[in-house]
């Protein structure tokens, strides 16, 4: 008789293995089917949630076409050979904010322009990056590269003159993660969280019965293991009536935060009616020209408020709660 080879010990073990699941309880066998299942799941979820996770919109389109006055449409090129779009706006005054704004998810930047058009007003410098798949910005988008893009553009500012102190990072959503990290790794002159999170991979757990591990998660964005780290002050901002991110993750947040840090609770705004002028008058522009002023030559001086002029139909009506809107909003 000749030895027996790895081909056939392979196939015996396939016939005991059938044998034994044909003999197991019913019970036992679709036990291990729905086992089978979910750890299929956990799979394609591990390769595929960048792409589950991210709404990409690449229609590119000039801030000149949005309204938004004297910014420019800029390219950054990236260290792995991918083109970044950048609205960008000098500041009027050299001590004045240069705003570096990292959106969140689905919405690319014309769809912030009236947001914008507030910084455009206010004589402020404004960066605003395009993350990858973005706006005309190449490539897919990551955490890792977010993080690495958002670096590379305040890096970029720094070298062209932009005093660091004068950097108040803006990170809205989804790009409060990124925001979050950029201030814990630059010396930034201040952080402004637009509805933030405290972990993104927890907020999703949480809302799956915690039905997915840990370690499942590539796209992380822990913000509350950073926030420690940044030593800039920091403005929280947040609409009581967030229902894709509850205040209470946002809260958790700026209560971890150990530097000099400021609340502001947006009575009837969910997650998207931040967007107002009232906010910006009321809580952001005295932030931001604050923190631009500690590292200043002279204190800037800006004693009136910012009308924005231009209402597009696209966001001419800020979702707001209808039971609380603003007078001025009614108004308009």
Not at 88 to 103: F, K, S
Not at 296 to 312: C, F, H, K
Request: glycine share 8%; with cysteine.
């Amino acid at each position: 008789m000749g030895m027996e080879t790895g081909m056939d010990r392979f196939a015996r073990g396939c016939e005991a293995a059938w044998r034994a699941w044909q003999s197991a309880p019913d019970a036992v066998r679709y036990g291990a089917l729905i086992l089978l299942a979910i750890y299929a799941l956990w799979l394609v979820l591990f390769f595929t949630q960048r792409r589950i996770l991210y709404f990409t919109d690449p229609t590119r389109i000039h801030p000149s076409d949005c309204g938004v006055e004297r910014t420019q449409e800029t390219e950054l090129a990236t260290p792995d050979g991918q083109t970044l779009v950048i609205w960008r706006a000098e500041a009027l005054d050299p001590d004045l904010p240069h705003i570096l704004y990292l959106h969140g998810n689905r919405r690319a930047l014309w769809r912030r322009a009236r947001f914008f058009r507030l910084f455009i007003a206010s004589d402020w410098g404004l960066s605003a990056l395009a993350h990858r798949g973005f706006n005309g910005s190449t490539g897919r988008p990551s955490e890792t590269a977010n993080v690495a893009d958002a670096i590379n553009v305040f890096d970029a500012l720094v070298a062209d003159g932009v005093r660091p102190g004068r950097i108040v990072v803006y990170g809205e959503s989804l790009g409060s993660g990124t925001a979050v990290q950029l201030a814990a790794a630059r010396p930034v002159g201040g952080l402004i969280l637009h509805a933030p999170y405290d972990s993104f991979r927890d907020i999703v757990r949480s809302r799956t019965a915690w039905l997915l591990p840990r370690a499942l998660f590539r796209e992380r964005y822990d913000s509350i293991r950073q926030i420690g780290q940044v030593k800039a002050p920091l403005l929280w901002i947040h609409g009581d009536k967030d229902r894709l991110i509850p205040q209470g993750r946002g809260r958790r947040l700026y209560d971890a935060a150990l530097s000099t840090k400021f609340a502001a609770l947006v009575k009837g705004a969910n997650h998207f009616g931040i967007y107002t002028q009232a906010v910006f008058n009321q809580h952001i522009r005295f932030f931001a020209e604050a923190c631009a002023s500690l590292n200043a030559r002279e204190r800037p001086t800006r004693n009136v408020s910012v009308i924005d002029p231009v209402l597009p139909r696209e966001d001419a009506k800020p979702e707001l709660s209808k039971r609380r809107v603003p007078v001025d909003l009614k108004q308009r």
